[in-house]
């Protein structure tokens, strides 16, 4: 068992930058693959960035490579996702989550993490 909790969410003008970050408790922290989802008011969770279990690599959605860098403390069990020059559209509530599954490909897929945070919420106005 993992438990996860963000922290860092806010509001923000366009144009700004926040930092989120993911605290993890329970089971080693270094045996999951890590990611960020988002999920805006009226629509589906998707897809933001995602790290694997030693921080070598990384994968990042289209509509935030450039903008955003997820990173991992496997020391200090966190994982953080720096946002940077945020649109409105950024708008959503931000969730960490993690993935046990023996594998080297980082999944973009929600339904292949096992554990999620209770999300925070980033507000971008224009």
């Known amino acids: 068992q993992v438990q996860l909790v963000e922290s860092g969410g806010g509001l923000v003008q366009a144009g700004g930058s926040l930092r989120l970050s993911c605290a993890a408790t329970?089971?080693?922290?270094?045996?999951?693959?890590m990611a960020w989802f988002r999920q805006a008011p009226g629509k589906e969770r998707e897809f933001a960035a995602a790290i694997s279990r030693n921080g070598g690599r990384t994968y990042h959605a289209d509509s935030v490579k450039g903008r955003f860098t997820i990173s991992r403390d496997n020391a200090k069990n966190t994982v953080t996702l720096q946002m940077n020059s945020l649109k409105p559209e950024d708008t959503a509530v931000y969730y960490c989550?993690?993935?046990?599954?023996?594998?080297?490909?980082?999944?973009?897929?929600?339904?292949?993490?096992?554990?999620w945070g209770q999300g925070t919420q980033v507000t971008v106005s224009s």
């Open positions: 329970g089971r080693t922290f270094s045996n999951y693959a």
């Open positions: 989550a993690a993935d046990y599954r023996v594998t080297n490909t980082l999944s973009t897929t929600s339904h292949d993490y096992d554990y």
